[in-house]
């Protein structure tokens, strides 16, 4: 089960940390944890994504640096830290996990989460 948490209003410039806690399911070294987003009427897209094995980080090319993925494995807990956030930015971001190599499609991801809206203005 996947658990967002976090999501807020914020200013343009501003920043925001979203949360995902992961729980019933293998917290462990052979899977993937990611982020999407996604706006009505519009196909959910990668934001990023982390393995867990060696806490490597790959992110979409919207990113641009502003956006930083990383994991508390201790609490089983993913992060999100949005910086200079864009109006752009504003969506449903959605936490999701698999137990194979990451990958950027939303296809791959069998388990997801609730999702937790971003508003930037």
């Known amino acids: 089960q996947l658990v967002e948490s976090g999501g807020d209003s914020e200013q343009v410039g501003g920043a925001l940390n979203v949360s995902c806690s992961v729980s019933e399911f293998p917290y462990s070294r052979s899977h993937c944890l990611a982020w999407f987003r996604q706006v009505p009427g519009k196909k959910r897209e990668g934001v990023g994504n982390i393995w867990i094995g060696d806490g490597r980080a790959r992110y979409a090319d919207f990113v641009e640096g502003r956006f930083t993925i990383f994991q508390d494995s201790a609490k089983n807990i993913l992060y999100l830290q949005m910086n200079s956030l864009k109006p752009e930015d504003t969506a449903m971001y959605y936490c999701?996990?698999?137990?194979?190599?990451?990958?950027?499609?939303?296809?791959?991801?069998?388990?997801w989460g609730q999702g937790t809206q971003v508003t930037v203005s």
């Open positions: 999701a996990a698999q137990n194979r190599p990451c990958c950027s499609v939303p296809a791959c991801y069998g388990i």
